[in-house]
């Protein structure tokens, strides 16, 4: 109970334990936000009028806070004014009661009240429990927008910096240890170079066996886009020089391109994947490949060098006719 009032106050709390509950009371706006933060309420009853703090300022910083948001603010006041109330309720109060309070009707709204909030909880909760068990199959940018785009990413053509990732030898190191360690293997292996690429602001949009696609610039946008890949293609190649992952070195090569690409949904409806198509990608799959035969660990297209703000210890290479493509570009790499 928040009134500037002690026998409005003691009224209000009379009539909030006859109906089961515990209840405190605050002499201001003030006073009441700084017991709100201290302890959990599940529900304010605000009178309007007060000194030091009024009920429309409570309301403001309770809106711009994001815990006390979630407690529901029942507004008992004096005033006669439906303007007062409309004001109250655009503010974040959850109902309006005129004084002398009706103990009936007063009893009605605080039941709606904690049983909206009962439900509100359950509601958040249930969210939650959903984005940990998406955020464990997608990155956490596809989550906020397949939840806020009700489950709809619709297709878009877009700028995006694709690095693409593969395990030297792979096959002959799947074939000489037993699968128990491979599979510890490839996990160890996989979470030190997500480390870069979600530190860089890059989502990973693939595991295939031992490789990986990172995506830049997409679903959120990102103007150092390609020098946020290149830093990750530095980083995993030192990860994975200077590591060993269940007991294995794992040697990588790693090719980096940008161009357009159109990100979204791909499925029959039922189920559904976020990825993106494109040249692009199919250039950073080339540049991966193209490393076995320059004897180099990254291999990035001259499209991604354009892009680039900073300076990297890559050399140009010239122009190379990728396998699958029609005309040469030019190309940067890092040696071994």
């Known amino acids: 109970m928040v009134d500037d009032h002690s026998t ?40 309007i009028v007060m000194p030091e703090m009024d009920g429309h300022a409570v309301l ?13 603010v029942i507004v008992i006041s004096a005033s006669a004014e439906v303007a007062d109330a409309i004001r109250c309720i655009q503010n974040g109060a959850e109902d309006y009661l005129p004084k002398p309070f009706d103990p009936v009707l007063l009893k009605a709204r605080i039941g709606s009240s904690l049983a909206k909030k009962r439900l509100n909880a359950a509601i958040r ?34 700028l995006a910096t694709v690095l693409m990732t593969d395990v030297v030898g792979f096959t002959r190191i799947v074939e ?28 990973v949009n693939n595991f295939e066996g031992d490789a990986v696609m990172a995506l830049f610039n997409v679903p959120l946008a990102d103007p150092n886009h390609a020098d946020k890949a290149i ?17 294995i070195r794992l040697p990588t090569r ?10 979204g949904n791909v499925g029959d409806g039922a189920r559904l994947t976020y990825t993106v198509v494109g040249n692009t990608v199919n250039t950073a799959a080339r540049l991966e ?4 035969d320059l004897g180099s660990r990254v291999a990035v297209s001259g499209a991604t060098m354009a892009c680039l703000k900073g300076d990297y210890p890559l050399q140009n290479a010239g122009s190379v006719t990728l396998r699958g493509l029609s005309d040469p570009i030019p190309i940067s790499i890092l040696d071994r």
């Open 176 to 203: 000489s240890h037993p699968p128990e360690q491979v599979l510890e293997m490839l996990n160890s292996y996989f979470q030190a170079i997500l480390d870069p690429i979600t530190r860089n602001g890059g989502i």
């Open 254 to 263: 790693i090719g980096i391109d940008t161009g357009e690409v159109v990100a």
């Open 289 to 292: 490949e193209l490393n076995k």
């Open 231 to 247: 830093q990750t293609a530095l980083e995993i190649n030192e990860i994975t020089e200077n590591q060993t992952f269940a007991g």
């Open 125 to 158: 909760k249930h969210m939650e429990f959903i984005r940990d068990i998406l955020g464990k199959f997608v990155p956490d940018t596809v989550v906020n927008q397949i939840v806020e785009s009700d489950g709809d990413l619709k297709p878009s053509r877009t």
């Open 8 to 47: 409005n106050r003691l009224k209000l709390a009379m009539a909030v334990r006859a109906l089961g509950h515990e209840a405190e009371q605050a002499e201001n706006g003030a006073v009441a936000l700084d017991m709100m933060r201290q302890c959990g309420f599940d529900l304010i009853l605000l009178d």
């Open 60 to 72: 403001r910083v309770m809106q711009e806070d994001a815990d006390l948001q979630q407690i529901p």
